[in-house]
């Protein structure tokens, strides 16, 4: 056999192996800043229906939130609030973007996980105290996922 008479395969040589074709998706609106280390950003309520949510923002403010101002990223393109009480601040759509530190937020995390437990803890309570000895009640909380089709046991 001679070297011209060796061929390779006709798929080496017409397509792209590891190359995948695009596909486009929305862009998102909601798009920040990565946070500063040891923080986490969150997008919290500033207007409803037109309407100011003062409440929302100052018990936010109150709990540990810091609201995220453009200039802290001058390299960046993020939507600003360009009037009013919140201008300067990164903001889209009635929602402005807050920092909490990282400890704070999983300290307020763990609060409400026991405020949860205490609160199923105390409806087990009332019900296992309705309980009549002959008709035990079963407290069984699981919970399944299925798509489609038969459980299979």
């Excluded at 080496?12 to 800043?33: C, I, Y």
């Amino acid at each position: 056999m001679k070297k011209d008479d060796i061929k390779a395969s006709r798929a080496s040589q017409t397509r792209s192996k590891t190359e995948r074709p695009k596909v486009w998706t929305p862009p998102s609106s909601l798009d920040a800043p990565p946070a500063p280390d040891g923080f986490r950003h969150r997008w919290i309520r500033s207007e409803s229906l037109g309407f100011q949510d003062t409440k929302n923002i100052s018990g936010r403010l109150r709990s540990g939130y810091e609201l995220v101002r453009a200039d802290e990223y001058p390299d960046s393109d993020y939507p600003v609030v360009h009037d009013g009480k919140y201008k300067g601040i990164i903001g889209v759509g009635g929602l402005l973007l807050a920092r909490i530190p990282e400890e704070l937020a999983k300290q307020r995390t763990d609060y409400f996980q026991r405020q949860t437990e205490g609160q199923t803890e105390a409806v087990d309570n009332d019900l296992l105290r309705e309980q009549h000895k002959s008709m035990p009640i079963n407290v069984d909380r699981q919970s399944r996922v299925t798509f489609g089709g038969t459980k299979k046991s």
